[in-house]
Structure formats: structure tokens, C-alpha cells
């Protein structure tokens, strides 16, 4: 079994930030990509921000400058600083990790339970 636990959502006024943390547990061989993934009421789940194994990062237009992913291969965690949060930030944001479980097995995407973000004006 793997799990991807996120913490650190919650109420911030516009212009305050937040980070939010994801570690990955479980039977793990190796983690490839890392992300995180956010989805408002009623809309689409969309992607906020990736970053590779090697550190190489993608992230939204919507909130490139603001945010930034990192992670720690060590403890299978991965991170996201979100700095001057704006209202339209406001999602349930989900943690996602290519996860192989063992020497010769295919990566296999997991996902988070989700953390809310709330964002006031």
C-alpha cells in the first residue's frame, strides 16, 4: 500500500501565504514526477505545479512568481510555498506522486486526500 498525506491548508487572507507538505508512505521503491493539483467548486481539477526527480519544475501561468514547488527525495515529501495568495487560489488542493513499487514495475500515479485552501478578500 502507498499513501500521499497532506497538511498545511487552511484560512489566509489575500496576499498571505501558506505551504503545504505531502509525504509519500508505504511499500516505495521510487518516486518519479511530483505535483500538485487544485480544483475549485464546480471546475475542473487542474494542475498547479510538477517537478521531476531531477528537480526540474512546470508550473501554471496562473501562479508562476507566487508559488513554488520543491521536494526532499530523501523523505519521499514534496512541497509547495504559495505566496500572495489571492482569492482565486481558493481549491482543495491534492497531492500527486509516480509511484514504483518495486524493481521492474511500472510507476503508478497516487493521489492525496486533498487539503483546503480558503483564501479571503
Known amino acids: 500500500q502507498v499513501q500521499l498525506v497532506e497538511s498545511g491548508g487552511g484560512l489566509v487572507q489575500a496576499g498571505g501565504s501558506l505551504r503545504l507538505s505531502c509525504a509519500a508512505s508505504g511499500s516505495i521503491f521510487s518516486i518519479n514526477g511530483m505535483g500538485w493539483y487544485r480544483q475549485a467548486p464546480g471546475k475542473q481539477r487542474d494542475l498547479v505545479a510538477i517537478?521531476?526527480?531531477?528537480?526540474?519544475?512546470q508550473y501554471a501561468e496562473s501562479v508562476k512568481g507566487r508559488f513554488t514547488i520543491s521536494r526532499d527525495n530523501a523523505k519521499n515529501t514534496v512541497f509547495l510555498q504559495m505566496n500572495s495568495l489571492k482569492p482565486e487560489d481558493t481549491a482543495v488542493y491534492y497531492c500527486?506522486?509516480?509511484?514504483?513499487?518495486?524493481?521492474?514495475?511500472?510507476?503508478?500515479?497516487?493521489w492525496g486526500q486533498g487539503t483546503q485552501v480558503t483564501v479571503s478578500s
Open positions: 500527486n506522486a509516480a509511484i514504483k513499487r518495486g524493481f521492474g514495475r511500472a510507476f503508478v500515479e497516487h
Open positions: 517537478i521531476t526527480s531531477g528537480g526540474s519544475t
